[in-house]
């Protein structure tokens, strides 16, 4: 057995590997579950007792041996692959990496907002952090109002309140502060609720804010505006529905709905089998809101609107998951490339 044992040893320590194949052929030869190794193992049922013990040490010393020598040859063919005859050049001018794609949700704002700029509006932009009077107060919402609670606003100090802006309405008013009527602007930008997030709802998300305010702007005005708007991002097909709504500082108050641009109206899991898509918030600006900014209610009368870019462009894409928005998986935001 010794005999074997060093002969197999001779031939270990005299093994050399260049390439990776030559690697794994030592070890198929040497240590596989066949290998000459395992299988001098095996010889060890034919040694006498006596002879055991002395046998059983050559085996181990064989096979420790032989663990080496695959590292060595694994060390050995990695250096020489990467040696001198294939080293890299490295005056080559690099690749280009991949390059990024415009996100769905900046496609979608900025679809919207070409819509609006080709009727007159411009756009503004105002803090994601925002004080009280910008995101609640001035937008006469009551000091009960839930939308204040912990349980829906980040705030990031209190007394007095500083939290990320619940909503872009906050814009609304910091445009009316500063300027006088005629105002015709749209507001873009990021808002941020206390909301769990789900398939349908993030902390995060976008809204397009609008907001028109002159002498003798009526209800017929938002109508009309939101009717070539609707028409404009969905097609010329699509039908308004507006329905009766609260919000604090629009008096009156609406949801616009529009018709199922999926089912053209007749009902689909998109549109959940009513045929109609809810899609903004909307309403004549309270005269309480035109007045915190010192702009004259008798004089001046406009309308606002809202709306949410995540949910626009999940109808529009029929996207089922808001969070896939967020995670910038690539192979995701790729789809959208020159949708617009
Ligand atoms: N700020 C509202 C929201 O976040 C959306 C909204 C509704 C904006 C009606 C408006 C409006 O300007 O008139 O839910």
């Known amino acids: 057995m010794k005999d074997q044992v060093d002969r197999l040893l001779e031939e270990i320590n005299s093994f050399t590997a260049e390439t990776t194949e030559q690697v794994e052929s030592f070890r198929l030869k040497f240590l596989s579950k066949k290998g000459l190794v395992p299988a001098m193992f095996a010889e060890m049922r034919n040694v006498p007792v006596n002879e055991k013990k002395e046998a059983g040490q050559l085996l181990n010393n064989l096979k420790n041996r032989a663990n080496e020598r695959f590292e060595e040859l694994k060390t050995l063919a990695e250096t020489k692959l990467a040696g001198p005859g294939k080293k890299e050049d490295l005056t080559r001018p ?5 390059a990024g794609t415009r996100h769905p ?5 900025n679809e919207i907002v070409d819509i609006f700029q080709r009727i007159g509006y411009t756009v503004s932009e105002g803090p994601e952090i925002e004080d009280d009077w910008h995101n609640f107060t001035a937008l006469n919402f009551p000091i009960e ?24 309405s906050s814009v609304q008013i910091r445009e009316m502060e500063k300027s006088k009527p005629p105002i015709r602007k749209i507001f873009p930008g990021r808002v941020f609720r206390n909301e769990a997030i789900s398939a349908r709802a993030h902390c995060i998300f976008h809204q397009v804010e609008g907001l028109y305010i002159d ?10 505006s939101l009717y070539y708007f609707a028409t404009e991002l969905f097609g010329e097909n699509t039908k308004l529905r507006f329905r009766p709504s609260y919000f604090p500082f629009t008096e009156p108050s609406a949801e616009m709905d529009i018709s199922c641009f999926i089912c053209g109206g007749k009902g689909c899991k998109i549109c959940k089998n009513s045929g109609w898509v809810e899609i903004l918030g909307c309403g004549m600006v309270d005269p309480n809101v035109l007045e915190n900014c010192n702009i004259d209610s008798e004089k001046y009368t406009g309308f606002a609107f809202g709306m949410g870019i995540e949910r626009i462009t999940m109808l529009k894409y029929q996207i089922d ?5 967020f995670e910038n998986d690539i192979r995701f935001i790729r789809q959208f490339t020159g949708a617009v």
């Open 105 to 109: 949700i900046s496609i979608v704002r």
């Open 145 to 168: 109002h839930p939308a204040r609670d912990m349980q829906d606003t980040f705030f990031i100090e209190t007394s007095p309140d500083i939290a990320l802006r619940t909503h872009t």
């Open 321 to 325: 998951d808001i969070r896939l928005f």
């Open 215 to 224: 002498e003798g702007v009526s209800f017929a005005d938002l109508k009309q």
């Open 94 to 98: 690099v690749g280009f990496s991949d």
